[in-house]
């Protein structure tokens, strides 16, 4: 028998949108970014081959679209041989049961994602008093207890490597949540970053829907750790990487991505950190 999958009470279908929801990007031949709502999901994989690997799983009741997408792209039937989560908020795993269930793959996560994606630990509530527009506003119905994947979810190997992306490796990006990770790839400086940074002022309804490029840090409202969401981003703009697709905003790359990580490093307590907020230590500033 089966175990049973389950996601938390909160689940709900969020009503916000993106001027981007439902267009997809082809960034690199075999990396392509599709925008669900307000968050992107990738599909890292040669459509040549047929062989790929799915980067998230999308906002809740989503899985029709990816399953549309993945089947516009690599033919009718066609299935990932693994999803793998930069981390389990529920913009990120928001089809992952249903998905799950069609395909029967394994699911990977970091280790200190564990306790939210088997029904052990809810995240912190979502803060809609941090500095920020009408998306941090609105947080308070984004669901944050956890789901529970059951024997589906499996740990990242602590080595480093990606599971069926051998060119890829993860590298911890603590801050926005505990067990975030963002995958590269050296030879061509390939970066998913997820939500350890953005390109787009998340917490600002305006701008998520014109989907206006910007840089900026973990999305607000559910960002706990400033200090450690700041050494993430440092981590990540060592690597230089040439190309980044994020969770929310448009791809960036070249000098652009450079200089807009560069300034994000420098500046990250202007851009980053909210003024005020209730999991901003009082001494970051
Ligand atoms: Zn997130
Ligand atoms: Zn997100």
Same mark, same amino acid.
């Given at each position: 028998?089966?175990? !049973?999958? =389950?996601?938390?009470?909160?689940?709900?279908?969020?009503?916000?949108?993106? +001027?981007?929801?439902?267009?997809? +990007?082809?960034?690199?031949?075999?990396?392509?970014?599709?925008?669900?709502?307000?968050? =992107?999901?990738?599909?890292?994989? @040669?459509?040549?081959?047929?062989?790929?690997?799915?980067? @998230?799983?999308? #906002?809740? *009741?989503?899985?029709? *679209? +990816?399953?549309?997408?993945?089947? !516009? $792209?690599?033919?009718?039937?066609?299935?990932? $041989?693994?999803? +793998?989560?930069?981390?389990?908020?529920?913009?990120?795993?928001?089809?992952?049961? !249903?998905?799950?269930? $069609?395909?029967?793959?394994?699911?990977?996560?970091?280790?200190? !994602? #564990?306790?939210?994606?088997?029904?052990?630990?809810?995240y912190p509530e979502p803060d809609s008093t941090v500095e920020g527009g009408a998306v941090a506003k609105m947080s308070p119905i984004f669901p944050n207890e956890p789901i529970d994947l059951g024997h589906h979810i499996q740990t990242l190997p602590a080595d480093g490597t990606v599971p069926y992306l051998p060119d890829f490796n993860y590298i911890h990006t603590p801050g926005h949540s505990p067990g975030h990770v963002s995958l590269f790839r050296e030879k061509d400086r390939a970066l998913i970053a997820g939500d350890a940074f953005v390109t787009v002022k998340q917490e600002y309804l305006y701008k998520v829907i014109t989907q206006e490029q910007e840089i900026s840090g973990p999305p607000r409202y559910l960002t706990t750790d400033w200090k450690a969401a700041k050494e993430s981003v440092i981590k990540l703009e060592k690597l230089k990487p040439s190309t980044a697709v994020t969770g929310h905003g448009l791809p960036m790359s070249g000098e652009f991505l450079s200089e807009n990580l560069n300034k994000l490093v420098n500046d990250f307590d202007q851009i980053a950190v909210p003024d005020y907020g209730r999991y901003v230590d009082k001494d970051f500033h």
């Amino acid at each position: 028998m089966d175990q !049973e999958m =389950n996601y938390g009470s909160d689940y709900k279908y969020i009503p916000t949108t993106s +001027i981007g929801s439902g267009v997809g +990007i082809e960034v690199l031949p075999d990396l392509y970014c599709f925008t669900i709502q307000i968050v =992107n999901i990738h599909l890292v994989g @040669d459509p040549q081959t047929g062989d790929f690997v799915l980067v @998230d799983a999308g #906002m809740p *009741e989503s899985a029709e *679209e +990816i399953f549309a997408v993945i089947e !516009e $792209r690599f033919g009718t039937g066609s299935q990932p $041989r693994a999803i +793998i989560l930069t981390h389990g908020h529920f913009d990120h795993v928001g089809a992952i049961i !249903e998905l799950v269930k $069609r395909w029967d793959v394994p699911v990977y996560a970091h280790a200190l !994602e #564990m306790p939210y994606l088997t029904g052990q630990k809810s995240y912190p509530e979502p803060d809609s008093t941090v500095e920020g527009g009408a998306v941090a506003k609105m947080s308070p119905i984004f669901p944050n207890e956890p789901i529970d994947l059951g024997h589906h979810i499996q740990t990242l190997p602590a080595d480093g490597t990606v599971p069926y992306l051998p060119d890829f490796n993860y590298i911890h990006t603590p801050g926005h949540s505990p067990g975030h990770v963002s995958l590269f790839r050296e030879k061509d400086r390939a970066l998913i970053a997820g939500d350890a940074f953005v390109t787009v002022k998340q917490e600002y309804l305006y701008k998520v829907i014109t989907q206006e490029q910007e840089i900026s840090g973990p999305p607000r409202y559910l960002t706990t750790d400033w200090k450690a969401a700041k050494e993430s981003v440092i981590k990540l703009e060592k690597l230089k990487p040439s190309t980044a697709v994020t969770g929310h905003g448009l791809p960036m790359s070249g000098e652009f991505l450079s200089e807009n990580l560069n300034k994000l490093v420098n500046d990250f307590d202007q851009i980053a950190v909210p003024d005020y907020g209730r999991y901003v230590d009082k001494d970051f500033h």
